[in-house]
């Protein structure tokens, strides 16, 4: 962090914003308020400008970004590098549909698949699509592969999931929020407890085409599973001939200290599930990776986006890759992030109640009794600190990983200030 930074950093700790959003990022909030619709609930804050692991809002105020847009802006916002790459494609071409090659498409998926260790690249946009498209890839490897009968083939999936917001995809979930008044919904998915390989085992069947598991679940709190949970998973999909489906748009690609959350565990799914990251917080990129012996089963005309693979998000995609190349962020989320666990576990039995995560991504259970995670969210904000709640009494926080060491301690003080200043109340 540059010397200028620092004392704008020291001097932005002195000064809390305050409680109340100023008149004029009151009249922004009802703004969107008014004309957009209502399926977000924001902390009141309008952000402006991102620099680093920092933002600032539309009075100049500054915070701590410890949301990293849900792990999207893993390398900062303007990173250097990667807004480079995306200026220089700009001012060549930016998109021109699937019905054409592009010139960064093709080293796009050979870096990608050479990073996972794979044979090819599904390129699309979002999250939910590349979750979207693994399903349609399993069901058309079991049937057009392991022989499944038309029509029958099923995917196993974890209680607690959380893979995006389509209406196959809330078809399995079981958060009321996201699922209830939008069916009817779409068959062929079996729901067991997360972490229980024996509750697995059993669900499985001859039409068992795919597995499907986030390593760590985020969306439900930073959940990890038990240490031989994912390794009991690759061998139920090897003796059964079941697809091993990562989900890793959230813990993948150096959040957890690794390339991939898989990689902790030593285990290597048959698919991986990318997105967020991928981007660069610049533009939405997602993809499927897997072998040829899966991804191949696709024929022209079955899948496709007209955006996925363009050569925008295709060179921007290629500058991410080359920083996860070098293997520096992975090993900064996991120095920094046993930093940052060592401090929130010194919170617990002090306003904390349970501390979970790996790498650079915190999952914190607050005493209910004392606060939601909402309310801790809010006096965050005001220190500060952006983060997000989840699930009634949880925060997460999921810096960039650039961000400084001693920015990360001071984010764990706030949140010990305002646990101090509830249990004052």
Known sequence: ???????????????????????????????????????????????????????????????????????????????????????????????????????????????????????????????????????????????????????????????????????????????????????????????????????????????????????????AGIVVPPPDYLPAVRALCDEHRILFIADEIQSGLGRTGATFACDLAGVVPDLYLLGKALGGGIVPVSAVVGDRDVLGVLRPGEHGSTFGGNPLAAAVGRAVVALLATGEPQERAALLGRRLHAGLERLIGRGVLAVRGAGLWAGIDIDPELATGREVCELLMERGVLAKDTHGSTIRLAPPIVVDPADLDWAVEQLEAVLLDLAAR
């Not at 540059?2 to 109340?20: G, K, L």
């Not at 957009?36 to 915070?63: F, K, S």
């Not at 090659?101 to 590349?130: C, I, R, S, W, Y």
């Not at 919904?185 to 697995?200: C, H, N």
């Open 1 to 219: 962090m540059s010397e200028t930074v620092a004392r704008e950093t020291a001097a932005h700790r002195i000064h809390p914003v305050t409680a109340a959003p100023s008149e004029r990022q009151a009249e922004a909030i009802a703004q969107e308020e008014e004309h957009a619709a209502h399926n977000y609930h924001p902390l009141p804050v309008v952000v402006a400008e991102g620099d680093g692991a920092w933002v600032t809002d539309i009075d100049g105020r500054r915070y701590l970004d410890c949301l990293a847009a849900y792990s999207a802006v893993n390398f900062g916002h303007s990173n250097p590098e990667l807004l480079d790459a995306a200026r220089a494609q700009l001012e060549r071409i930016t998109l021109t549909s699937r019905a054409f090659h592009n010139d960064q498409l093709g080293p796009f998926v050979t870096e990608l698949a050479a990073l996972a260790g794979k044979d090819m690249v599904l390129p699309m946009n979002t999250g939910a699509e590349a979750v979207e498209s693994a399903i349609k890839v399993a069901r058309a490897w079991g049937y057009r592969v392991k022989g499944v009968p038309d029509g029958e083939a099923n995917i196993v999936v974890m209680a607690g999931n959380f893979h995006g917001r389509t209406t196959t995809i809330v078809s399995f979930s079981d958060d009321p929020d996201a699922r209830d008044d939008f069916g009817p919904y779409t068959p062929g998915f079996r729901t067991v407890p997360y972490g229980d390989a024996a509750a697995l085992a059993a669900a499985v069947d001859g039409d068992t085409v795919a597995v499907l598991v986030e390593p760590i679940q985020g969306e």
